[in-house]
């Protein structure tokens, strides 16, 4: 598994090169990285296309439409599917990337099979979904949730894919030190939004960044973990009961 010491071997990025391209050089050689191994344990997962948006909002990756676009094209005679990953993702944890990449592989093992796994717009996962997941290691739910029903699947052995995830959270702390080498240091004090998924309004605090690290931070309303707004890029936290 050679690749996966990409990050692993070389937590640095070069200080002299600007943030912005460091960012995409590290979501897509991380993404790339960790899609390749799960291709290599799983036959019929298609290829991916990395990309990037113009803004580092955090997206969750659990969340079917944070990661996958929806366009898909025949590269070099194979099929290949669009991820799109923001510098506020990888900001979340390797264990939830890794959650959020084998949701799109089943997705992906859909369209390779040429199985109709979600409806609604490509808002509701059938079981048919389901048992594409449950293939690949995650968890369905007992119970469809409303509006996107068996979309959320946990990763059922995180151990697994140790090395993929230390990829990940490898790639999260080399964005942040480009990220705040190419900033203006900030003042002493310096706090920054943390938004929860509470609907329709988020509850939103103001924390330091040393706060944040230390652990997840749960929302008592919703149950979420605190992220950070949009646009704000930081480490990835201690782990807590419920990483």
């Not at 799960?38 to 944070?66: H, N, W």
């Not at 944890?93 to 109709?116: Q, S």
């Not at 080498?181 to 330091?208: D, L």
């Amino acid at each position: 598994m050679n690749d996966l010491t990409l990050f692993v071997d070389n937590p640095t990025a070069p200080a002299a090169e600007p943030a912005s391209v460091v960012h995409g050089a590290v979501i897509i050689s991380a993404v790339e990285t960790a899609w390749r191994e799960i291709r290599c344990r799983f036959d019929g997962v298609p290829d991916i296309s990395v990309t990037t948006p113009p803004t580092a909002g955090a997206q969750d990756p659990t969340k079917c439409s944070a990661l996958r676009t929806g366009r898909r094209f025949v590269r070099d005679g194979h099929l290949t599917m669009e991820l799109q990953v923001s510098s506020g993702t990888l900001g979340l944890g390797g264990r939830p990337m890794m959650e959020g990449l084998l949701h799109h592989a089943a997705h992906g093992l859909a369209l390779t099979r040429g199985v109709r796994d979600t409806s609604s717009a490509g808002r509701w996962h059938n079981r048919r979904y389901g048992r594409l997941a449950l293939e690949l290691g995650l968890t369905p739910p007992a119970r469809a949730a409303k509006v996107v029903g068996l979309a959320h699947c946990p990763l059922a052995d995180a151990e697994a894919w140790s090395e993929v995830i230390a990829v990940l959270d490898a790639a999260a702390a080399v964005q942040l030190e480009a990220t705040v080498e190419s900033a203006v240091t900030p003042r002493a004090g310096y706090r920054f939004p943390i938004v929860c998924e509470c609907a329709p309004v988020p509850r939103r605090q103001h924390v330091t960044p040393f706060f944040f690290r230390q652990g997840p931070l749960l929302c008592g309303l919703c149950l979420a973990k605190f992220r950070p707004a949009d646009s704000v890029v930081l480490p990835v936290q201690a782990a807590g009961a419920d990483a």
